[in-house]
């Protein structure tokens, strides 16, 4: 199961958003409590058993470790009530941990890279590993597809797509784990340059996070839209709501984890201004609850009359 197959529902009242912050805390600090333990054991063990794997792998878990602080801190922040000046909330305080974060996981990448590179330019200077950096490695691994196992029935059971996205993540730092043992297994069995080439390749690992964090961060701040699907969703929901003859320019920009939605709406011509302006009302309220929206923005039109802000462009003078 890929964590796009599961999509929150926000209509779900057998658990309320504050039971989902709730779950949301506990696994980050079942994470924080993993990572931490596994970030000691693999870079003193990786320091002692002389392997340049295993010290990646370590920096790597100590990645994440700083990623679940950078979470919880920025959770905490990112929950303050809007202010005069932050009128739409401190919900992008998430988005730009983000981006501090990928340049972090860039950096610290390149210099993996950069240090598994130089190993590999005098192989004869590669050592051969102690096997209890195997007995460790191969730890680390159970230890991540636990934490992925648990972390992703707590996504089911609460119905929460983030979750799910980090019960992969962690699913991926397995991944890692098992790229470093099989170089420790290669460099006991008499190939010792295996073991640079996993750090290497958990360097990759480390920098293409960093680059994906920092990318998508970026354009979040960006204001950058939702995908056409999410769009098309709230415009179903715009449509279906009584009175509402129908719906053009909807713009969508992220604000953290929520979305802040523009939507011009059409309604009967010959209704009052009151009766339009309920009806509008109506027409948020329903988005508000269907939707991880924070806020919509809506304009009436009138149904089938020349919409003035979209003016016909000029013929060309002759």
């Known amino acids: 199961m890929k964590f796009t197959e599961l999509a929150d529902d926000p209509e779900d009242t057998d658990h309320s958003p504050a039971e989902r912050i709730a779950a949301a805390s506990r696994s980050t600090w079942v994470s924080v409590v993993v990572n931490l333990v596994l970030t000691i054991t693999q870079i003193a063990i990786g320091v002692v058993a002389k392997s340049q794997g295993l010290i990646a792998d370590g920096i790597h878990s100590l990645s994440d470790l700083v990623a679940d602080f950078v ?95 980090n019960a992969w993540h962690a699913r991926s730092d397995a991944a890692s784990s098992l790229v470093v043992g099989i170089g420790i297994v290669g460099n006991l069995a008499g190939y010792p340059i295996l073991d640079p080439i996993a750090a290497l390749i958990v360097g990759f690992m480390v920098t293409r996070m960093g680059w994906g964090f920092s990318w998508d961060a970026l354009h979040d701040l960006m204001d950058r839209a939702v995908d056409e699907q999410e769009v098309q969703a709230i415009r179903l929901t715009l449509i279906e709501t009584p009175g509402v003859s129908g719906v053009h320019d909807v713009r969508t920009r992220k604000m953290g984890d929520m979305i802040v939605v523009d939507a011009h709406i059409e309604v009967d011509a010959a209704i009052s201004v009151e009766a339009g302006h309920d009806i509008a009302v109506q027409a948020r309220q329903r988005v508000l609850q269907r939707h991880r929206v924070l806020n919509l923005m809506t304009h009436v039109d009138p149904w089938r009359r020349p919409d003035l802000d979209h003016p016909t462009p000029a013929a060309a003078p002759r």
């Not at 000046?85 to 610290?108: C, I, M």
């Not at 210099?111 to 050592?127: D, F, H, I, N, Y």
């Not at 096997?131 to 972390?151: H, N, Q, S, T």
């Open 71 to 165: 979470v919880l801190f920025a959770s905490h922040h990112s929950k303050k009530d809007a202010d005069a000046d932050h009128p739409y909330g401190h919900q992008r305080f998430e988005t730009a941990a983000s981006l501090v974060l990928g340049t972090l996981l860039l950096a610290v990448g390149l210099g993996m890279l950069w240090s598994a590179a130089r190993k590999l330019e005098a192989p004869e200077t590669v050592q051969t590993v102690h096997i209890m950096a195997l007995w460790v490695a191969g730890g680390a691994l159970i230890a991540k597809e636990l934490l992925f196992r648990y972390m992703l029935s707590v996504a089911k059971r609460v119905k929460s797509s983030m979750l799910v996205a």
